[in-house]
């Protein structure tokens, strides 16, 4: 079984006292469906900026540890809420608000920012932030400004399209919220947005940490949109880049980004297909031009890697590499997968190597400081002499992996390379074992064997799983709740599969329930929270479970 880090068959769950809460509340919640298998659930929430409790702008109660007991909608009218009982199984309109958990006081963050310019940060920055962090701050500056943001430092895990950990940026237009992700090490273009009133969130899972990131804000005027130094702005106001300028693909809707640039490839870049090579920027060692865009593409033979060593370096100093700069790419064009690195100033880039056949090299230059550039070498490495770090197995396609993910049951080398020969590998294989269901809610399934630990969603045992499910039986007087109760108990108890294995609901048992409880949610404006076509698309009792 091969694992798609950030894309497997798991789906995000909203749980539905969380879920009844927040709707009797009446706050907009988007859904951010994403799971990272290795990881934990992602729910990503944001609220109507002009909804009042008591009289209070409801961002005042962000970080409160307890819910409302009145709300006022705009209309002058009073509604009293329902709040959950203590053992969440109906819907008690007298019972005391349960307290909401919230970090510890050093990891809390997010909030809202109301003054005409400031900044934030993510936990600790610049120090490792914390893992399974979920922090949302609202900016609102009065109208008719509108928000413009710049993150001036970004270290975060990626690549695109940041599944894992994230930063994102929610701006209201009139055609409805336009959503932009942010991860990586390479700070992004200033984002020039369209609403006085913008979100902005960052989620981290339970994995890789980086160094966060940290940003600024300002209120500019609607006709006074700009972009930084070395940036680009398009006629929308849209900031990109230099890399993404003559880069042959037009970002900007009137294509200005594409116009003028036969400058910028003057004597530099191109393609590189030797084992062996060399590269440099233009007029080395004297200094390179101003406005410079020079993209190297380097290939190599399938089975090796390439090294990329710098001979040479000096480029315009800066605390954040954002004028001149050096910028390496492990993959065959800029923006399809992970960056090695970006670099500027006078000390020597470590050497890179990159994880299979393919690297791309960017060197920009804005009209400013010159300086002497740089040289460097690059070599094709076959991955049979390629040697991983410690605590790492090399794939035969050159990959690094963790040593801890061999002989765990999934293929994270493309050939399945971690997983083969593990009957004598002293790295012990996944096991679980089928056991009775013996979760009440759950019983009474297609099933009665179950599998544990739940490798799908981090499960340890039953007596978790059931405490997690006692959440979904508020929603028992839904005429819904049969066709959701098996979605969800064929995800939190999974079915043992005969060979013993792990079967995964079929995608027609998440339709089904989708196709009965939608109509329930769009009463309140509240999209399906399970993104179904992640699951297998069969009626094979052998491929997947039909609770």
Known sequence: MMRLRGCGWGVVLVTAAGLLLLVALGLALALILTQNIRHDIILTLFLVPDLEIKGQAVED??????????????????HTLPTMSANRSQVDITAAPQPARIPPAETRCGGVLTDSEGSFSSPNHPGSYPSNMLCAWVIRVPPPSIVQIHISSLGVEGPSPCLFDWIEVQDQTEQGSVFTRFCGNVAPPTVNTNSSTVWVTFHS??????????????????????????????????CLLPVSVCDGHPNCH?????ANCSHKHKECGGQKTGQYGYLSSPNHPRPYPHQQLCIWYLFVEEGHVITLSFRNFSLETQDVCEFDYVEVHDSVSTGAGRVLGRFCGTTFPPDLTSSGPHMTVVFVADEGVADSGFNATYQAVSVLDRTCGPGQFACTTGECLQQQWLCDGWNDCPDGADEQGCGNSTYPPFTSSCEIIEVEMCQGLSYNLTSFPNIWLSIADQREAAT????????????????????????FLPQCSPQGGVLQPCRSICSSAEQQCSQALDLFSFSWPFNCHLLPDSQDPMECSLP
């Open 468 to 491: 997690l499910l006692r959440q979904y039986q508020v929603l028992m007087e839904l005429a819904c709740f049969e066709p959701l109760r098996k979605l969800v108990c064929g995800m």
């Open 254 to 258: 009137d294509q200005t980004d594409e």
């Open 205 to 238: 899972d339970g994995s890789i940490s980086g160094t966060g990131f940290t940003a600024q804000y300002r209120a500019i005027l609607p006709g006074h949109k700009s972009c930084s130094r070395e940036e680009f702005m398009c006629d929308s106001g849209r």
């Open 61 to 78: 109660q962000l970080l409160s540890t307890s819910a409302p007991d009145l709300l006022n909608v705009g209309d002058g009218a009073s």
